[in-house]
Nanobody, 115 residues
């Protein structure tokens, strides 16, 4: 079992920044991949960014150049730095880990971007 706890969501104006954190209950080096997903009201959940065991990152086209995923292995935490936020970034953001035991999700954190 892996528990994931997201934090850092909130409300911000367009053009602003937020940093989300995802704290894992066990070493993130035990996980094949960790990623951030988001789900806007009425939409399907979509992948935003991911980082694999080797540290290779990948981003959705819609956030490339604005969002950065990173990790701190000593804190078992993955971050999502979000810059130049747009109203279309408004969603609940979820952290996900892929492990040998299967996928695990956090409870989500709301990000609201106003114009």
């Amino acid at each position: 079992q892996v528990q994931l706890v997201e934090s850092g969501g909130g409300s911000v104006q367009a053009g602003g920044s937020l940093t989300l954190s995802c704290a894992a209950s066990r070493s993130i080096l035990d996980m094949y991949t960790m990623g951030w997903y988001r789900q806007a009201t009425g939409d399907q959940r979509e992948r935003v960014a991911s980082i694999n065991l080797g540290g290779i990152t990948d981003y959705a086209d819609s956030v490339t150049g604005r969002f950065t995923i990173s990790r701190d292995e000593s804190k078992n935490t993955v971050y999502l730095q979000m810059n130049n936020l747009k109203t279309t970034d408004t969603a609940v953001y979820y952290c996900k880990s892929e492990t040998r035991f299967g996928p695990f999700w956090g409870q989500g954190t709301q990000v609201t971007v106003s114009s």
